[in-house]
């Protein structure tokens, strides 16, 4: 992500347009430009790369562009390290110990490096030049600091994380976002749900599987004034949407108006055929082992039920569910399939106490036999769901003779 | 059976579940669909719970993580009796509220007294990486037997004491807002910003103290400490403690000429800036006309290259070779006196700690390396310390007797805060510090200067600024001549002692002249801010000097 000085939109009417660069030729030079000086630089200071991006930078006018290229080049592909012969902080207390003896003046200085460098070459037995002694005092500074590494992508790598950016910019001003999941295969919304929890963001659910949801984000206390203190959140949460297959969304976007000091409310949107690409990995499709190789066996059983991979969300009060399986059959019935494998106690409570909640119908869950349910506090006997218990594989037969 | 109403903590608010009979707690509640229970501000605890025990209402209270601790002082003083005075107020108002005493006056052992009388889990929250360390080790050695815990620097403890800076515990306070009964908020101006004033509104502390010597801010927001903290309950100011808690002073403008090339380039950059300012009718002098020429340096190629060289203009101004010179016959004069140097910029910092070989902080400085840097000034082991902003706030080094500024930046603020290092008394009887203003002759800079100084113009000697009244331009022309420097250093000093003061003195212009005596020694400046209006500090923006 960008920080908030090289983001770039224009206003048309109320709409926000975030700047994107088209993948073209021009830009991929420009990207290319850049990716080089970069690789120019390996092995040298973070200082001289920084003056070689501003002598690109020139007197031209597109120097936001560059400087956020070069942005997201430099905190996602590079490594800087200290390197020295010696400890810098070592040798800055020695030096100034030393120096502080003495008026401090350009001949002062000499003398001090010289006698430091003389100290250490004894100590260490080896030769240690006054040149060391004055390049390794900063080496640990940030301008001082290596090039080692530099892992280097492509131009159109680059131009589409800076695209990316540039949209989730818009949402650090965002006190809220409506999000219209419509319902799709694979949805991918797990991944979705994970982050939502990670970024201790808020979601409220409602809608079912056959219209899609509406899922508001914001934060525990959204509810008392709007607040832009989940905004970094909502923006960390775009990425991992981009890999549900369809979506749109609207944020409500808290601005202040610096001439008159008041606070104006905009609306953003953004949909699913945004063509930003994410970077965030797709997540496993399978929690399981136990899921994977049980949805293989259903593909080889000839059936009319059709399997469908994580498409429902339950809503339930400040939460959601998400089964693991859909099973819909042409004449319209359906189930949802939830697989209860190996887990902590807890875990165990509030999975039930979901389900119970969740006021289902036509829940199916399979349980493993293994589980010491009665140890962990569960009572089967007031659960709405059809179950099924397996001992290593769920075997989708088992599954069928509760559902035909 | 119904169930017992329980409030429980929730990343920063309250859950007040299944609704309690009685109504009190309905002032407080707002209903929440998405989690359908009651949810109440994290602020409004102490509130909502008098409420409920007044009407007798039996609940469960999940949300408190807060508990007593023993707190036996190895530290013990005798208080002055503003920090008597101060304790009892506090408490007098239900140990909520903001107490105002100024740099010096002994605030944090106030703070200690307070944590002594409410022995309870205690967040501390500090501005800069410096005061965290500075608080950590008095409370070290106040409270040996204690829990003591740092969050920010990279350290991430979660303590019975806890000190933190505000933009650590502003990351964190969803998580810590229920865990510490009392707040107490040091220089608590930093706290009324949209991004730090959720320290204390997510937060469900009783017991809050805020301390400032300045808590007045141009943005008009300190009437939300009220709310944040409480109201003012005790307020000193310099002159009521003069010459008990604070030094004398002395401050002398030294100004430096650029060398000719020096010159030469900066006049030809300030004549492409200029000349683009004139074409594009843009005028510096306010707010706005700033921000047109940062969005037209983005537009057009004639803009980016006045930007550029306003830049280059400006670093001359600060950096010059001219500074470094008088830096070094500075320090040469006061050896081994302990010196403080300021810079605005860091390049500046590293430059001369390199060239001369003086210990350095910023804020890229390690955090314990900077902890032992300040120790062994203040022991003695070294004698000088170059550092750009770190060092602006409530650091405590007693030791410095000198101070020199090599470069100003406008902010009235800094300008006494900095002044405030120097002030302290420390242990030393009539310590006489000096304060050392070097700036470039007939730059931009130089009017930055002045303007802080409440004159008009640079050359505009004892100009007393119109309205607000600084008073004293009258002694303005006793001013002794210019000191002289030997050798060749092309020095021009400030209109010697009695001007200098005067320097200081006009700072505040709205101050009251009646005292004009308490005015000259003894004076603390960082009071004054506190008199002066806010009106007129907007009308002198920084812009210019970014």
Known sequence: MLPTELLSHRQNGEEIIPKRLKIDDKNQALATELINCFQAAMGKTQGVLERQLLDLEGDATDYRVKRGLAYIIKSNFCTFEVVSPLEPPMLRERVFTL?????????????????????????????????????????????????????????????????????QGIFYKASQLILNAHRNVPGEYKLLFRYLKLFQLMAYIEGDADHGFTITVDGPTSLFNPS????????????????????????????????????????????????????????????????????????????????????????????????????????????LLEIVGYWRPEYLQK?????????????????????????????????????????????????????D | MARTPTLTFDRGTLILHPPPRGKAWMDYATWDDRVEKFRIPAI???????????????????????????????????????????????????????????????????????MQSTPRTTLIVVPTLDLMHQWYAHLEAAFPDAEVGLLGGGSRDRTAILVATYDS?????????????????????????????????????????????????????????NILIGPEVYRKRAEDLAGKALAEHEIIQIKVKLSQLERERYNELIQTRNDFLRQSKISLGSIQGWQMFVQMSARS??????????????????????????????????????????????????????????PAITHQTPVKERHEILTKFREGEYNTLVASHVLNEGVDVPAASVAIILSGTGSTREYIQRLGRVLRKGNIENKQ??????????????????????????????????????????????????????????????????????????????????????????????????????????????????
Not at chain 2, 46 to 58: F, G, K, M, T
Not at chain 2, 175 to 202: Q, W
Not at chain 2, 326 to 337: G, K, Q, S, T
Not at chain 2, 499 to 522: F, G, H, M, P, W
């Open chain 1, 228 to 335: 832009t203190r989940y905004g970094l959140a909502i923006a960390k949460l775009i990425p991992a949407l981009l890999h549900v297959t369809k979506w749109s969304l609207s944020a409500t976007l808290q601005t202040r108006d610096v001439y008159t000091n008041t606070w104006k409310t905009g609306r953003f949107t953004l949909n699913s055929e945004c063509g930003l690409v994410s970077h965030y990995s797709k997540g496993k499709p399978y929690d399981s082992m136990l899921e994977a190789s049980f949805a293989d066996k259903w593909d080889a059983l000839k059936t009319d039920w059709t399997l469908e991979r994580e498409v429902d969300l339950l809503p339930i009060p400040g939460s959601v569910m998400i089964p693991d399986f859909r099973l819909v059959h042409p004449d319209g019935r359906s189930f």
């Open chain 2, 169 to 225: 515990a502003a990351i964190h306070a969803e998580t810590l807002g229920n865990l510490y009964a009392l707040i107490i908020f040091d220089e608590c101006h930093h706290l009324p910003t949209d991004f730090g004033r959720v320290i204390a509104e997510y937060a469900i502390a009783p017991y809050r103290l805020g301390l400032s010597a300045t808590p007045e801010r141009t943005d008009g927001k300190h009437a939300d400490l």
């Open chain 1, 99 to 167: 120096a502080a003896r003495s008026v401090p003046s350009k001949e002062s200085t000499q003398v001090t490096l010289t006698q430091v460098a003389d100290q250490l070459s004894q100590e260490l037995e080896r030769e240690v030049l006054l040149e060391q002694v004055r390049d390794g005092l900063y080496a640990d500074l940030t301008e001082n600091k290596i090039l080692t590494d530099f892992n280097a992508p492509t131009p159109v790598d680059i131009l589409n994380r800076y695209n990316l950016s540039q949209v």
């Open chain 2, 44 to 114: 409004r605890y102490r509130s909502l719970v008098e409420a409920l025990q007044a009407e007798d209402v039996y609940f469960i209270d999940e949300a408190k993580e807060f508990y007593p601790v023993d707190l036996v002082p190895s530290l013990e003083m005798e208080p002055y009796p503003h920090q008597s005075e101060a304790l009892a107020a506090w408490k007098l108002a239900g140990r909520q509220g903001v107490v105002v005493l100024p740099t010096a006056a002994g605030k944090t052992y106030l703070a200690q007294m307070a």
């Open chain 2, 433 to 546: 510090a000096i304060l050392y203003e070097v700036v470039a002759e007939d730059t931009s800079e130089e009017r930055t200067s002045a303007r802080r100084r409440g004159e008009k113009r640079a050359g505009g000697a004892g100009e007393a600024e119109g309205a607000g009244g600084a008073g004293d331009a009258g002694e303005a022309g006793e001013a002794g001549g210019e000191r002289k420097k030997p050798g060749n250093l092309q020095v021009v000093y400030g209109r010697g002692k009695g001007r200098s003061d005067k320097a200081a003195e006009q700072l505040e212009i709205n101050y009251s002249t009646q005292n004009k005596k308490s005015q000259i020694k003894n004076s603390d400046v960082t009071d004054r801010v506190t008199e002066s209006s806010p009106k007129r500090r907007r009308n002198h923006p920084k812009e210019t000097e970014d």
């Open chain 1, 351 to 403: 999975k039930f106490s979901q389900v119970r909640r969740s006021g289902c119908d036509n829940l199916i869950l399979a349980i493993s036999e293994r589980l010491n349910l009665e140890k962990a506090g569960v009572k089967l006997n007031n659960v709405p769901a059809r179950i099924v218990w397996f001992k290593d594989k769920l075997l989708p037969k088992a599954v069928l003779t509760v559902i």
């Open chain 2, 301 to 358: 190629q004639a803009g980016r290259r006045a930007m550029l060289a306003h830049r280059e203009a400006k670093e001359i101004a600060l950096g010059t070779d001219g500074k470094l010179r008088i830096l070094a016959d500075l320090l040469a004069e006061h050896f081994p006196a302990r010196i403080l140097i300021f810079t605005a910029d860091n390049a500046t910092v590293y430059s001369i700690s390199q060239q001369l070989l003086i």
